[in-house]
């Protein structure tokens, strides 16, 4: 049974950071692509960013130089280290684990707001 436990969300005032984590099993986390999308509402869920299995990244244009994506294969993680948060930040953010299969967490708030 695949499970991607997304936590770290919450709410936080404009220009502070939040470190979102997401712990996986039941896949071989090694070899999957690990990203982080999210869904505004009203908007469509959307990719904010991915790490291969060879920990090459990829940044939505929106986050590039605020947000580091990460992974930790000895504990199955991937981290979201978002800084200088801004109110168009907020959002349900979702954990993705993708190799063939493609797979979801349940989803994490996040809130940007004074």
């Known amino acids: 049974q695949v499970q991607l436990v997304e936590s770290g969300g919450g709410l936080v005032q404009p220009g502070g950071s939040l470190r979102l984590s997401c712990a996986a099993s039941g896949i071989n986390f090694s070899t999957y692509t690990m990203g982080w999308y999210r869904q505004a509402p009203g908007k469509q869920r959307e990719s904010v960013a991915l790490i291969t299995s060879g920990s090459s990244t990829m940044y939505v244009d929106s986050v590039k130089g605020r947000f580091t994506i990460s992974r930790d294969n000895a504990k199955n993680t991937v981290y979201l280290q978002m800084n200088s948060l801004k109110p168009e930040d907020t959002a349900v953010y979702y954990c993705?684990?993708?190799?063939?299969?493609?797979?979801w967490g349940q989803g994490t708030q996040v809130t940007v707001s004074s």
């Open positions: 993705n684990a993708r190799f063939g299969n493609n797979y």
